[in-house]
């Protein structure tokens, strides 16, 4: 039991000698990578950078513990940090760096609580609706948010503090005289030395290069001097462990941002984890174990001062490339952000804040899905335009309510497809048993007096209305009589009350036109819902069939059996139904 909700039982015992080298060399590798970009996230959050150090510390311990996945690098995120800063920007007043770190950790808190709670309940299918044309949007929309919020840092200018990607251009084009130069060409040589060194080779570590040039740069040219700015005083040590402030009014501002960062990290680690499982020949993951796994490192982690973590696309690359093989990886590459803390913080006094930035620019431009939406118009506009919607929300109206419109939107269209789902005629293939739709196959044959037709979806009280018009419609457009109509409902996995009446009237409409009513593939869970709902009786339980055919031969030889009393071998009954029913009859 245990070993469920500590995964490391599982894979330590079984943990192969043949596996050090992979783990050693991709710990030592992400954990070099993630100094620098921990530190870049920090800032982009709207904290110290060290505070990025502290979130990759605690993030990697602990899943290591908890997590199912050994390709997910969990750790300071590009959109969960912009989502946490967006997060402290909207409250009211001006607030100090001490306030601002408070909330970010009360944020970590409450978000990982709700991921915990999720977790616990088994909620972890609530990811199948966020949609991925939703999740695309967004991200290509926070991409931008996160590019504007660090123009002040690439161009070396003060702008006000904001996740509006129209007040921060603005309010750049009003301080564009202001620009200092310097700082713009070590933020454009920085940017191109990471995508220049990531063209040669992914694990190469960019971020720590640039990282070493401008620190050294800086140092012997002085830069801080010429008007560079540079992180200064990078405290030692490892984070102290804190109460975080969960006050009644605290917990009243930081709810909204709480609960979209518990929806966006799990839903951006789960789709890491699967990309890279996939690339593994490896994706089985726990939806709600990952749940799990990522509150606890969220919660745990804001009793050591950290921010909310998710799992990064970029990192669990180089993690997965380096040879990561269980998560001793993420132990090493814990161990790595310890020692530096430690050691090495004075190392980035003359870090020009600069060059972080243009890591965090480096990073997020991948997050733009240009390719998503070309091929979402090419396959299916409505998920185009669902992206599309998503996209322009979350610029125009800012993070979280962009997402909550693209979540409504995908949402709606959900109903609405489940509201109108397909209708096929079917038609006999020649010298076959299959029966497929008219409209797609010309040589399908429909029989005469006999109409034959398929519905594709559950019958629920959303689409009830609408299966029972377009019945009605069908049958006045045959312009032919009929004598039998049969429906396919090897498609109908679920029906509800209202299905069930919806069904009830159809086949009473029918018996009044004189049209028998056949059913055809009913599938175990909707005939135990048809008997419980007393339609086997009525439809009869001669007039259910395994397979279209096995009805059509029936209908064929009914007057034989009336005669006879031939009857196909494929009648579907419900067998277990009938004997349960038997057996109480007898009590």
């Known amino acids: ?184 060409a070590i933020s454009l040589g920085s940017v191109a030395i990471i995508r220049l060194l990531k063209r040669i080779h992914r694990a190469i570590p960019g971020a720590l290069v640039v990282v070493l040039i401008g620190t050294l740069l800086t140092l012997w040219l002085r830069f801080d001097q010429m008007g560079v700015a540079i992180i200064g005083k990078v405290p030692g040590g490892l ?52 749940l799990i796994a990522l509150g606890v490192t969220k919660m745990a982690g804001a009793f050591w001062q950290s921010f909310p973590t998710s799992g990064s696309f970029s990192r669990s690359a180089v993690h997965t490339d380096a040879g990561a093989k269980t998560g001793l990886a993420s132990i090493i590459s814990g161990i790595v952000i310890a020692l530096t803390l430690l050691f090495f913080t004075h190392w980035f006094y003359f870090l020009p804040k600069a060059v972080l930035a243009a890591i965090i620019l480096s990073a997020v431009i991948n997050l733009i899905d240009y390719p998503e939406a070309r091929r979402l118009w ?60 008219v409209n797609r196959f010309a040589q399908a044959q429909q029989h005469d007096q006999v109409l034959i037709v398929r519905f594709d979806a559950q019958l629920y009280f959303g689409n009830a209305d609408f299966f029972q018009d377009e019945l009605e419609a069908i049958i006045e457009q045959e312009g032919r009589e009929l004598k039998l109509l049969i429906l396919d409902a090897s498609s109908i996995h679920d029906i509800d009350t209202s299905g069930a009446e919806a069904l009830k009237a159809v086949r009473e409409s029918l018996k009044k036109r004189e049209i028998e009513f056949y059913l055809s593939g009913v599938v175990g869970p909707a005939r135990d819902l048809l008997y419980r709902y007393g339609l086997m009786e009525q439809i009869g339980q001669r007039n259910q069939f395994i397979q279209v055919h096995d009805a059509v031969e029936y209908y064929h030889h009914k007057a034989e059996a009336e005669d006879t009393g031939w009857s196909p071998e494929a009648l579907q009954t419900n067998e277990r139904n009938e004997k349960k029913n038997r057996k109480n009859q007898k009590n």
């Not at 709480?258 to 984890?273: D, G, N, Q």
């Open 378 to 437: 090419s396959i299916d506009r409505r998920d185009f335009w669902t992206m599309a919607a998503t996209f322009s929300a979350t610029l125009l109206l800012g993070i979280q309510t962009g997402l909550l419109i693209g979540v409504g939107l995908s949402l709606a269209i959900m109903v609405y497809r489940n509201s109108r789902p397909h209708i096929a005629i079917l038609g006999q293939l020649p010298n076959s048993r299959r029966y497929r739709s």
């Open 239 to 290: 984070p102290a462990f804190e109460l975080p402030n969960l006050s009644l009014s605290r917990i009243e501002s930081v709810w909204p941002v709480a609960v979209t960062i518990c929806i966006i990290s799990f839903l951006e680690s789960i789709a890491i984890a699967k990309t890279m499982g996939r690339r593994e020949g490896n994706s089985r993951i726990n939806p709600n174990q990952e």
């Open 1 to 184: 039991m245990l070993k469920k909700y500590l995964p490391i039982l599982t894979w330590l015992p079984q943990y192969k000698r043949s596996y050090v080298l992979g783990d050693i060399q991709s710990g030592l590798t992400v954990g070099v990578m993630l100094v620098p970009q921990g530190m870049a996230y920090g800032l982009l959050a709207g904290l110290p950078p060290i505070y990025g150090l502290y979130a990759s510390l605690t993030a990697l311990f602990f899943y290591a513990l908890l997590g199912t996945s050994r390709h997910l690098s969990v750790g300071p995120a590009a959109i969960v940090s912009i989502l946490t800063a967006a997060g402290i920007y909207q409250l009211p007043g001006e607030l100090s760096t001490t306030e601002i770190i408070s909330i970010a950790i009360s944020i970590s808190f409450l978000a990982g609580l709700l991921q915990l709670l999720l977790g616990s309940l088994r909620l972890g299918v609530l990811v199948n609706f966020l949609s991925q044309p939703v999740i695309a949007g967004f991200a290509s929309a926070a991409a931008f948010v996160i590019a504007f919020s660090q123009l002040k840092n690439l161009l070396g200018i003060s702008l006000q503090r904001s996740n509006n990607i129209f007040t921060l251009a603005w309010d750049a084009l009003q301080h564009i005289s202001e620009v200092h130069w310097l700082t713009v």
